[in-house]
């Protein structure tokens, strides 16, 4: 089954920890997305990866991290300098990423829920 | 900078009863406009892509209308099933694909 996975899908972090959130996709797209979902906002994006060993930031990186060694792997690293980091977490691919052409869908993993103790 | 805005904030139909889900928009080139459908606790589940002004789609009791400024998520006999969040979001052209989200309407159908 083609798709995205994340895991895991409740985790709890102590103030001042640094937590990784993981996010594997198989369905060979170029493109992946964090976005955090907090109640009554829309989902808003924290970094996006358009290629292999290049990211970039979103509207909201701060107290967050990347990287992207692999094409099918695209970690989220939630740091102490976050600091109102409970939320839901989003992981997305798509199947280009670039500026042009047609509509480019994101295509969305399970979530994780992040929660502060 | 893009908006989504989407109306009502929540609605409650009987099963059977017909309703529309509005999203209104201001972006500077649209490259396409998506509805997705988000149970609680997991992520949003891809329904439609629109692409110009004009343009329906349609799944199952679903269909989805796009004008310059706004789209239509039109819901026909609904069942309790069709409860769910349903998301709006718009992809400008020039932004490497990023999405503007819009906070959702909140659907529950009853019998």
């Known amino acids: 089954d083609g798709g995205i996975t994340q895991s895991p899908k409740y985790l709890f972090r102590k103030e001042g920890q640094n937590v990784t959130l993981s996010c594997e996709q198989n369905?060979?797209?170029?493109?992946m997305y964090w976005y955090r979902q907090d109640p009554g906002q829309g989902l808003r994006l924290i970094y996006y990866?358009?290629?292999?060993?290049?990211?970039q930031k979103g509207d909201i990186a701060e107290g967050y991290s990347v990287s992207r060694e692999k094409k099918e792997s695209f970690p989220l690293t939630v740091t102490s300098a976050q600091k109102n980091p409970t939320a839901f977490y989003l992981c997305?691919?798509?199947?280009?990423?670039?500026?042009?052409?047609?509509?480019?869908?994101?295509?969305f993993g399970p979530g994780t829920r992040l929660t502060v103790l | 900078e893009d908006q989504v805005t989407q109306s009502p904030e929540a609605l409650r139909l009987q099963e059977g009863e017909s309703s529309s889900l509005n999203c209104s928009y201001t972006?500077?080139?649209?490259?396409?406009l998506f509805w997705y459908r988000q149970d609680p606790g997991k992520g949003p589940e891809f329904l439609f892509t629109?692409?110009?002004a004009g343009e329906e789609k349609e799944k199952e009791r679903l269909k989805a209308t796009l004008t310059k400024k706004e789209s239509f998520l039109h819901i026909t006999a609904p069942k309790p099933e069709d409860s769910a969040t349903y998301l709006c979001a718009v992809q400008a052209t020039g932004t490497a694909s990023k999405l503007t989200f819009g906070t959702g309407t909140r659907l529950q159908v009853t019998l």
């Open positions: 990866s358009q290629i292999v060993n290049d990211f």
């Open positions: 972006v500077s080139g649209l490259r396409g």
């Open positions: 629109l692409y110009s």
């Open positions: 369905l060979n797209h170029d493109a």
């Open positions: 997305a691919s798509s199947i280009r990423g670039t500026s042009g052409g047609s509509a480019d869908t994101q295509y």
